[in-house]
């Protein structure tokens, strides 16, 4: 089975705080993403990644960065946390190149911003 | 118009009911259909995967796709409390290898 890990279930932060969510997933996946999930709103693609090193912006970077040292590893920045960031958090991995392979999701991190 | 419309609920059913949930798209390029059941405070877990038109069964759970009608359907026979969850379908297609989601259907499963 994909494992995708998030490594904080819960997190809390203080506005303008520097924060860093991290993911790994164990099944030699090219291709990871950043969501987050808001009531109302559904799940908004943040950043993906198609390769170690490579990034690309989705729906809604702003306020956001990434990294992709490692093939297994994709984190996620808020270069300054704002309120407007408090959310639910999910990374999903999928394999192949230039294909339509489905997702496989970690089970979040939910973080709130004060 | 939405690329992807999904009734959000909440639906509430018996114990034993047949659940049918549901999406509509607007995009033709989609081919590649998803359904993800997602437990409160846990992540989408995949459900289903199509390809295209028709019907794939697994257990309890069929997907059904009419790309004629942009229409996709998820049936679940005798439900049980522990189908309580949201549903969201998503989608894919064409040179866009991006997922488009449903805001989810949340379904209840009464014992």
């Known amino acids: 089975d994909v494992k995708v890990t998030q490594s904080s279930r819960y997190l809390v932060k203080r506005t303008g705080e520097k924060v860093f969510l991290e993911c790994v997933q164990d099944?030699?996946?090219?291709?990871m993403f950043w969501y987050r999930q808001d009531p109302g709103l559904g799940l908004r693609l943040i950043y993906f990644?198609?390769?170690?090193?490579?990034?690309e912006k989705g729906d809604i970077p702003e306020g956001y960065s990434v990294s992709r040292e490692k093939k297994e590893r994709f984190s996620l920045i808020l270069e300054s946390a704002s309120t407007n960031q408090t959310s639910m958090y999910l990374c999903?991995?999928?394999?192949?190149?230039?294909?339509?392979?489905?997702?496989?999701f970690g089970d979040g991190t939910r973080l709130s911003i004060l | 118009q939405k690329e992807v419309e999904q009734d959000p609920g909440p639906l509430s059913v018996p114990e034993g009911a047949i659940v049918s949930l549901n999406c509509t798209y607007s995009?033709?390029?989609?081919?590649?259909f998803m359904w993800y059941r997602q437990y409160s405070r846990k992540g989408p877990e995949l459900l289903m995967y199509?390809?295209?038109?028709g019907n794939k069964e697994d257990g309890r759970f069929t997907a059904q796709v009419d790309k004629s009608s942009k229409y996709i359907s998820l049936f679940i026979r005798d439900s049980q409390p522990s189908d309580s969850a949201t549903y969201l379908c998503?989608?894919?297609?064409?040179?866009?290898?991006?997922?488009?989601f449903g805001k989810g259907t949340l379904l209840t499963v009464n014992p």
């Open positions: 990644s198609y390769d170690v090193k490579m990034k």
């Open positions: 099944m030699d996946h090219e291709n």
């Open positions: 995009n033709s390029a989609f081919q590649y």
């Open positions: 199509t390809y295209s038109s």
């Open positions: 999903a991995s999928s394999s192949g190149t230039g294909n339509h392979q489905p997702q496989h």
């Open positions: 998503a989608m894919s297609g064409g040179s866009n290898y991006k997922l488009t």
